[in-house]
């Protein structure tokens, strides 16, 4: 285990001594070996838990007022919530700090998306498609009584049974149509 002084390990850590006065009084990232700075576990913490090269992870800190959606909950802390429960506590600060910004961006995508009118709701979409299928089912189930008795002139038969006939198929075609095979893909 090596140790070092505040001076030293503040020349070492890239920052001045004031800011490791600050955190050890605030108990923050710095291991003590007694009057002396454990310098492995101290940088281990450090890059666990603060990213110095990010001048926006101090000035966030200050500044930023907390998001909350409608029902009055923290949405950036239920879904660091969600991360940590699927993604474990391993995660450094930074890491976590991606997969939510990530995250944050994506809703922020879709949402744009969804006021664009490019994204529909799936319940209007099923009822688009609905209705389209009935239209065309319709015109399936009403074409052989307009079709038959043309057919039936050219053909010199009985227009009741061409219509007899040409029902009979289209009725067997439609409910093959209704009842789809179900075909998970190969693998």
Do not use: C
């Not at 923050?28 to 001048?55: C, H, T």
């Not at 961006?105 to 879709?110: D, G, N, P």
């Amino acid at each position: 285990m090596t140790t070092m002084n505040q001076s030293q390990y503040a020349q070492h850590s890239g920052v001045d001594r004031k800011t490791i006065g600050r955190w050890i009084k605030a108990g923050r990232f710095i291991v003590m070996d007694g009057d002396l700075i454990d310098v492995e576990a101290s940088d281990a913490a450090l890059k666990k838990n603060r990213d110095g090269k990010d001048p926006r992870a101090s000035n966030a800190k200050k500044n930023k007022a907390p998001v909350t959606s409608e029902d009055g909950g923290d949405d950036i802390d239920k879904t660091v919530q969600q991360i940590m429960l699927t993604e474990g506590a391993t995660l450094s600060r930074e890491e976590a700090a991606r997969i939510r910004e990530n995250y944050m961006a994506l809703q922020a995508k879709l949402q744009y998306e969804k006021d664009s009118s490019q994204l529909v709701e799936l319940v209007v979409a099923e009822e688009v498609l609905f209705n389209a299928f009935r239209q065309q089912r319709d015109a399936w189930l009403n074409w052989p009584s307009r079709v038959a008795p043309i057919m039936a002139a050219d053909l010199d038969v009985p227009a009741d049974r061409m219509t007899e006939v040409l029902i009979e198929h289209v009725h067997k075609h439609i409910s093959v149509l209704g009842e789809p095979e179900f075909k998970p893909a190969e693998d």
